[in-house]
């Protein structure tokens, strides 16, 4: 079910009234600076530069719109936390990341990229429990868990899972790593259900419309 693959860029934005009007499911991929967030596109994507990947934090500067077979958007927001950017700058992004979550009518559900090594920082905290009372789902990706042997990335996945039930059970977690593709079939799968798809990668008999949408409060 590769539901990301054969993705086409659509269009940036810089500023919240930039926003194209709603043509479809959405959904967004963030995650600290750092954190992965490119290089799990990318995977997902079957497409080595299809998101831009740098060791500088902060790279990502605008909203991407990258439009998938299925009809859907992959959404990739700009890093959040640490920056080597202006104050200026990180505020305007912050602005930009809270416009389109909280107001985006299309916004179907949140996949948010941690560093396996350093996993619910206060900033994933914070993202988290602003988010979840929207009542849309939030996918975890531990990214870079080749970083780790099996027993210490197994003893993670099972504490941040431990950590996040606290939000509700629309909050899942897996383990992801870009460099060995392991975990692209898991996030396809969760990924596929909150757009109503079939094992092709289609709309089932309800289809993504059939969600109830609702607005971060």
């Keep these: ?16 009234s ?13 995650g600290r600076s750092n954190a992965g967030k490119s290089s799990a596109i990318n995977t997902l994507a079957g497409h ?37 950017v202006p104050e200026k700058v990180r505020r305007d992004w912050q602005g930009l990341i809270e416009t389109y979550l909280r107001e985006r009518e299309s916004l179907v559900g949140l996949v948010l990229m941690m560093d396996s090594r350093h996993p619910m920082t206060a900033l994933d905290r914070q993202m988290i429990g602003w988010f979840a009372p929207s009542g849309r789902p939030i996918h975890v990706l531990l990214t870079k868990s080749d970083k780790l042997s ?17 939000f509700g059970p629309h909050v899942t977690v897996q383990l992801f790593s870009s460099l060995k593709k392991t975990g692209v079939e898991e996030c396809e799968r969760v990924v596929a259900g909150w757009l109503g798809l079939d094992g092709d990668g289609k709309p089932g008999a309800e289809g993504a419309s059939g969600a109830e949408i609702k607005t971060p409060g």
């Design 18 to 30: 930039g926003l194209p009007p709603p043509n479809g499911p959405e959904i967004a991929f963030a």
């Design 150 to 166: 099996r027993g210490p990335a197994n003893a993670t996945l099972l504490e941040v899972r431990k950590a996040v039930a606290e």
């Design 1 to 16: 079910m590769p539901i990301f693959r054969n993705a086409q860029f659509e269009i940036s934005i810089a500023k919240p």
């Design 48 to 84: 080595v530069r299809l998101a831009y990947v740098s060791k500088t934090p902060g790279r990502t500067q605008l909203i991407n719109f990258f439009r998938l077979n299925s009809g859907a958007l992959l959404v990739d927001l700009p890093g959040y936390g640490y920056a080597a």
